[in-house]
């Protein structure tokens, strides 16, 4: 039972993937939206000044935080464009996996993204290339991001005005995600140790296990509006 759940999540997360390996119009918009940003605010402040080392984090966050919504907008309103949706709905597969499913597909392109967008970030304000601490915020507040966004984004997929919809419903949200991984940022490039970042990694960490499982509680009813 439980392999045969685990393989229909795989096969939604493999059909988002191969979509998206065909066509690449979401990976290409949100990574070149990315570099876009990163270059703008390397024009804007001097690396190296106390200026710069209050903002980066901020920069690094805003540009993954937007970037994740202009992901997150094309995963149901892709299959919807391609008539893909009714069969997702219909399909005899527990609405937990094609939730699990579509975060993680989610979570991945997102993931690669930031794993290229951390490195241009690195150079253009002269930090060092290997910021391990670095990666695991970004890896831990991502799975938040891709929680709770892809609940909302199943949720206006219908609507007209999604794009403008889904940052208004998802922004108040993940707040907490947003301003914990700043703060931790922050002391992650400031040199800190695991131990200072702890108690910001706590939270993110809490509220991806509680919304993940909030989310995959009302999949059902939100697939049924």
């Known amino acids: 039972m439980k392999s ?6 795989s096969a939604i997360l493999w059909k988002d993937v191969l979509t998206e390996f065909r066509t ?8 070149v939206f990315s570099i876009l940003v990163i270059v703008i605010f390397n024009f804007t402040f001097v690396p190296g000044s106390q200026m710069f080392e209050t ?3 901020g920069v690094l966050w805003v540009t993954f935080t937007f970037a994740g919504v202009l992901s997150l907008n ?3 309103a892709r299959d919807k464009e391609k008539g893909c949706l009714d069969g997702l709905v219909l399909c005899p597969a527990d609405r937990v996996a094609l939730y699990l499913g579509k ?5 991945a392109f997102m993931l690669v993204v930031e794993a290229i967008v951390l490195p241009v970030f690195a150079v253009l304000f002269d930090l060092p290339l290997y910021l391990p601490k670095l990666a695991v915020i970004a890896v831990v507040a991502t799975i938040g991001f891709a929680a709770v966004g892809t609940v909302f984004s199943a949720l206006v997929v219908h609507t007209r005005a999604r794009e403008l919809l889904l940052p ?16 931790a940022s922050e002391l992650a490039l400031s040199a800190a140790s695991w131990s200072e970042m702890t108690s910001w ?16 509680l009302v999949f059902d009813y939100v697939l049924e509006e």
Do not use: E, H, N
């Open 168 to 183: 208004l419903l998802f922004f108040p949200i993940i707040i907490p995600v947003i301003i914990a991984a700043v703060k």
């Open 201 to 216: 990694l706590t939270i993110i960490a809490a509220f991806d296990v509680i919304f993940t499982v909030a989310a995959a």
């Open 74 to 76: 094309r995963s149901f």
């Open 4 to 9: 045969s759940f685990w393989v229909k999540v």
């Open 55 to 57: 903002v980066a984090p």
């Open 103 to 107: 975060m993680l597909s989610c979570l």
């Open 24 to 31: 690449r119009d979401t990976f290409t918009s949100v990574l």
